[in-house]
């Protein structure tokens, strides 16, 4: 991608070769959008299916300029359809970004979840957001002290243990949505109807292994509902091949990304060891959050990351049944399967 503004649009991205925006030492710094819109739901490239960037033995390398502050926290409470939130620091954020603003408290209790909305102004530590907060927030610390709980530090108990942990934090995390690196699907009837948004795809061909280095990237409406496969972002079995095991993915990594809604889980280890997920945001998604698919997935670091709003998929498009909120269990921000 030329160092300018610029838009791609096809219906789905074959890489075999270099897909390239930016580098790791020179972040890409305008806007690049790639919008993924073929409509035909059957359609199979390489058995990779459509509507994404499925890179077969190829190279995606995406290097966005990423926000000086990822996610902070509310630094006072606010109420329910409150447009205006104090923060625990000034972020660099810009207005027209969007933010997630989590929960505080059981889903339901208060009325709402984890809410998408957009910055509109900014006054040092203070925003002032699109839309009322569908629920109230909290945004106190609390100390302990020898009458319980308060808001303000006090006397501590006597003989208190070493190490008891004093102050208790329930603030509400607020994380940015935006980048300037964009991965979409567009806003269309098989996306709204049938849950067919975008995808990438790394795996192997033959002996030549997918590559994929993503930092800064946002990926929209991703995720396609009910196909097994086709995530938001996945590394695909690139570490066997039946009961051969082969090289690492070393060095592979999706780092100081977002996934702005999904269809079919948010960021899938499948079959793949030493990779890197780091510090992402993902929101609004229908299956696991952070997923480990076969349980063979070893070496891989998953850390620092948040993970917001995830509800099981209806029940005619569950991958797995432990998937379902119907079996016990129900979708998981982060589905571990292997503690290696």
């Known amino acids: 991608f030329a160092r300018k ?5 096809a219906g789905w991205i074959m890489v075999h070769g270099t897909l390239q925006v930016g580098s790791p030492t020179n972040l890409f710094t305008n806007k690049a959008i790639i919008t993924l819109n073929a409509t035909n739901t059957t359609e199979s490239i390489m058995n990779m299916g459509t509507r994404g960037i499925m890179v077969m033995g190829g190279k995606l390398e995406l290097h966005g300029a990423v926000p000086s502050k990822l996610a902070t926290k509310l630094n006072a409470n606010a109420a329910a359809g409150s447009t205006s939130l104090t923060l625990l620091d000034q972020t ?32 040092g530590n203070s925003v002032t957001i699109q839309d009322g907060l569908n629920a109230q927030r909290w945004g106190r610390l609390q100390y302990l002290t020898n009458n319980g709980m308060s808001l303000t530090p006090g006397t501590l108990p006597a003989n208190l243990p070493a190490g008891t942990p004093t102050v208790l934090d329930e603030r509400a995390e607020v994380a940015n949505l935006t980048r300037n690196i964009v991965v979409q699907a567009p806003d269309d009837d098989v996306w709204r109807n049938n849950g067919f948004g975008c995808h990438i795809m790394i795996m192997r061909m033959n002996s030549m292994i997918g590559e994929g280095h993503l930092n800064g990237v946002e990926i929209r409406r991703g995720g396609q509902a009910g196909k097994l496969g086709r995530y938001p972002f996945h590394w695909h079995m690139l570490s066997y091949d039946g009961s051969t095991t082969l090289a690492d993915a070393t060095g592979q990594y999706i780092r100081n990304s977002t996934i702005n809604q999904s269809a079919n889980r948010g960021i899938v280890i499948h079959g793949t060891n030493g990779t890197e997920v780091k510090n992402n945001v993902v929101f609004d998604v229908l299956g696991h959050g952070i997923f480990t698919e076969d349980a063979s997935e070893r070496r891989n670091v998953i850390d620092g990351n948040w993970v917001l709003k995830v509800r099981p998929p209806l029940a005619a498009n569950l991958l797995k049944k432990y998937e379902g909120a119907d079996h016990g269990v129900g979708s998981s921000g982060f589905w571990i399967s292997n503690p290696d």
């Open 92 to 123: 660099g954020w810009k207005t027209n970004d969007q933010i997630v603003v989590a929960t505080t408290d059981y889903y339901g209790a208060g009325g709402g979840s984890a809410q998408r909305s957009q910055i509109t102004a900014i006054n």
């Open 5 to 9: 503004d610029l838009n791609l649009t």
